[in-house]
């Protein structure tokens, strides 16, 4: 039935309402503060009204207007009858087309925390007019004493709440402490003399890189070592020591699966590098790297990577770190031919040249990719050539020339260095070996190998070394002497070293962190509403006024981004807010690269969805890399991302995914509800140590919250009741969580008080605040945006049921979620695919037996 029998009716009720906000003084000077003109038209019955809020008295008239007004709010009179009682969720209206709004909305919707007053006004307005018939039955129920229709529920015996161990409960990996330390690394020196003294140390390296391998290649025969994968760069020696001593200590590398060359270059201990190859508790990484992912923070070395191409996106957010920090270090990728055809090597390139990032991409053409030649699948006879695409210097060189290759990178590193932005440099070389050992190799004939052999890098320097007279003929012998000694010490003791203790297989996944970020304490008053938009960037803006390391980087964030979350923060911070190619892989990689270098970067994906076009950067590099150096590096990152439907964006704009990350070991995962909420997460993922994916919900923007002024923390791990009550609980992620509470009301009215439990953090879980509520209500609903199968409630309801006996129990637990399909276009099919008001309170009656 209609709210409003006809347009006469309409104008009776909201003029009494009107008058009543325009008569309360607090009320009407902070709605005259918009100094705006608002028309509200609306539909069954038709009606409009025009109000003045740029004078007091606030002056209001029904029926047409002539004059101007800032905004226009169409919708039906039953809709505006929703707004006032309070149970419309604005931004959901306005998505939904509910409520149709033209002209200034996003000052409009400033209006909404002033209006609020309101919704407690208008229930009094309508009694005062003997209508209370359009009040709500669960606001009637609680005035009049309808909760006897419920009291079998309230008098049943209470059951005591069950033993609950609650630190087994939410044990995590994250070690907690009360205060950080911060200390530097003292990076090498790089080689000092002569450019001779240079040149001889250059050969010393080679032969070093030489013993080492052929000893793996050994090893990895007799079965030593603990591994069915590693990949040898003999032959390949002089690109490795060629470019890493055209740097200075305190520049860094990254790396490939094919990297111990590169490490060794740079100036890693052989032995305990050799040790880790042995997955030895006294190696670089603690035994946890191994040989495709040996790092040492030491020498600058932010570790190979089994991801081919990764390395062109974490080199290149080290660059972005230097320029950040206004110092001169230069980053160095090396790439394999492959790693060329990857879609992230095009996306680093691109980004490093956008911001003249100081980065060198060192491709090492050994000829094949895996087992197939690189004319076979690239038809760019000269990789360097590529550079063209991106307006950025290049060079080719003899890659088995160990002073062709130091030429040319000394002349990329200045000019990095200069600020003049990064270069291309392809080393054309060859592996003597197969891609991995106990290949075959039966791709190539014996005559090519043969014909690269004798361009062997070694001989080359050697022999040019001794006719130039740089190098007496007898230290020659005494060199490689030395290299295998040295392999064969090191090799000995890595036999012997301790395997790593079992305790040591739970630490490294996550960093130490402050404890104060994961302690709920008293929290401060608040004193004003503000959207959940506004929050973020009040969080957003603290946080980099706070800490000259945090910066923003996203498509178009300048502009505030799709939702407008980060406008105005490039005035204040110009240097700091950073708009990046639409390139997911460079936005998240580059972000990975900063943290370890020192930064804190917030970065922005458009939309949850694009989530998969950056899941390696997140899964592979952001999550794992401190766990597989061993705890060299920290991670401190945050990608902010908007997820969720009701936009009418169909598929590829819609979802939901929180649940898909929550199973991958060192990430963090958030998804707050509501302004407040949303404030404080922020500002502690930003202060955190770890990587944390922070989803935010589209629909939730709009809302409006109660939030302190100033600095606000909200404790990660740490579950809030949102409404408390004794017949069930409801556990709602995220934009549920406004529907939870909306449904909590509908039952309140049948006498049924339902607890709505917001976790806030998904991972780490406050599982104990959970089973407590449970424990005492015997009764579980959980309520996602998410898809049914494999969904976060799944989760939850596993830890409940494995903590409580089956007798705590009343019913069976029960699951609210999107339904098992794609999110669609169509109006009415997108409603009928996410979970609403209606959905919960059926799942509870199902609970209760009702």
Request: charged share 20%.
């Amino acid at each position: 039935m209609a709210a409003f029998s006809s347009t006469d009716d309409l104008y009776h009720v909201m003029g009494a309402l009107f008058a009543r906000l325009a008569a309360d003084p607090e009320i009407a000077q902070r709605l005259a503060e918009s100094a705006m003109v608002v028309r509200f038209r609306w539909r069954e019955p038709d009606g409009e009204a025009t109000i003045d809020l740029g004078r007091l008295p606030i002056a209001f008239s029904f029926g047409a207007s002539n004059v101007a007004a800032d905004v226009e709010m169409s919708q039906t009179a039953d809709t505006a009858h929703r707004f006032w009682l309070g149970r419309l969720n604005v931004a959901q209206a306005i998505a939904t087309r509910q409520v149709v709004a033209r002209g200034s909305v996003p000052k409009a919707l400033k209006l909404l925390p002033a209006l609020r007053p309101a919704f407690a006004l208008y229930p009094q307005v309508l009694r005062e007019l003997g209508r209370a018939d359009l009040l709500p039955a669960a606001a009637e129920a609680r005035r009049t004493g309808g909760w006897l229709a419920g009291a079998w529920q309230r008098l049943r015996p209470r059951r005591a709440i069950a033993e609950i161990d609650e630190a087994a409960l939410n044990a995590n990996l994250i070690p907690l402490v009360d205060a950080l330390s911060e200390s530097s690394i003292p990076f090498p020196s790089p080689p000092a003399g002569d450019e001779s003294a240079v040149r001889r140390e250059m050969l010393r390296r080679m032969l070093l890189i030489r013993a080492f391998e052929e000893h793996l290649s050994d090893a990895f025969a007799d079965g030593s070592l603990p591994t069915e994968a590693i990949h040898l760069s003999i032959g390949q020696e002089a690109t490795a020591v060629g470019a890493c001593f055209a740097l200075r200590g305190d520049d860094v590398i990254v790396t490939t699966h094919r990297g111990h060359g590169h490490v060794l270059a740079k100036g890693a201990d052989p032995g305990r590098m050799l040790a880790e190859l042995y997955g030895k508790a006294t190696g670089l990484c603690g035994g946890k790297g191994g040989s495709m992912h040996v790092t040492d923070a030491a020498t600058g070395v932010l570790g190979a990577n089994g991801i081919v191409g990764a390395s062109a996106l974490i080199a290149t957010g080290a660059a972005l770190a230097s320029r950040l920090a206004g110092d001169d270090r230069v980053s160095v990728a090396f790439l394999g031919d492959g790693a060329t055809n990857q879609g992230m090597f095009h996306e680093a390139v691109n980004f490093a040249a956008v911001f003249d990032l100081p980065v060198v991409f060192v491709i090492e053409n050994n000829q094949y990719g895996e087992f197939t030649r690189i004319d076979r699948h690239c038809r760019v006879a000269r990789l360097a050539d590529r550079a063209t695409a991106y307006g950025i210097s290049d060079a080719t060189v003899d890659g088995n020339d160990a002073d062709a290759v130091l030429a040319a990178m000394r002349t990329a590193v200045q000019h990095a260095r200069s600020g003049l932005g990064p270069t291309l440099v392809e080393c054309l070389t060859y592996r003597w070996h197969g891609h991995m050992e106990g290949e075959q190799a039966r791709y190539r004939s014996d005559e090519e190998v043969a014909r690269w052999q004798a361009l062997d890098p070694i001989v080359r320097l050697r022999e040019r070394l001794l006719l130039e007279g740089v190098l007496p003929g007898d230290e020659v012998a005494v060199m490689a002497l030395e290299a295998e000694a040295a392999v064969a010490d090191a090799a000995a003791k890595a036999r012997t070293a301790p395997l790593p203790p079992a305790a040591t297989l739970a630490t490294d996944v996550f960093a130490p962190e402050l404890r104060v970020l994961y302690t709920a304490a008293p929290a401060p008053p608040a004193t004003r509403e503000v959207t959940c938009a506004e929050a973020l960037r009040e969080a957003l803006a603290e946080e980099m006024r706070r800490d000259p390391r945090v910066f923003l980087l996203g498509e178009d964030v300048s502009q505030g981004g799709y939702f407008a979350v980060t406008t105005g923060l490039v005035e204040e911070f110009p240097t700091r807010v950073l708009d990046t190619p639409i390139s997911e892989y460079a936005i998240v990689g580059a972000a990975v690269g900063a943290a370890m270098c020192g930064m804190r970067p917030v970065a922005e994906i458009l939309f949850s969805d694009f989530i998969t076009c950056c899941m390696d950067p997140l899964v592979n590099q952001a999550a794992k890399l401190r766990y597989m150096s061993g705890g060299q590096y920290t991670l401190p990152l945050v990608v902010r991302t908007p997820g969720g439907a009701g936009l009418g964006m169909a598929a590829q704009h819609s979802q939901s995914l929180e649940a898909l990350l929550t199973g991958i070991p060192g990430l963090i995962i958030i998804a707050p509800a509501t302004p407040r909420d949303a404030k404080g997460l922020l500002k502690a993922a930003i202060r955190s140590s770890n990587p944390v994916v922070f989803f935010e919900n589209k629909l939730g923007y709009l809302s409006t919250g109660a939030v302190p002024e100033g600095d606000c923390i909200v404790p990660i791990g740490v579950a809030d009741v949102k409404r408390a009550g004794r017949d069930a609980t409801v556990v709602a992620i995220g934009g549920m969580v406004a529907a939870a509470l909306a449904a909590a009301e509908v039952l309140a009215a049948e006498g049924v008080e339902v607890e709505v439990v917001d976790p806030r953090t998904l991972v780490p879980l406050d599982a104990a605040a959970i089973v407590r509520s449970v424990a005492r209500t015997g009764r579980l609903v959980t309520v996602e945006e998410g898809h049914l199968t494999h969904g976060f409630g799944a989760e939850v309801i596993a830890r409940v049921v494995e903590a409580l006996p089956p007798s705590a129990f009343k019913a069976p637990p029960r699951r609210v979620a999107a339904r098992d399909v794609p999110i669609p276009y169509a109006r009415n099919l997108e409603r009928a695919v996410i979970p609403d008001e209606a959905r919960i309170v059926l799942a509870v009656h199902r609970v209760m037996d009702r």
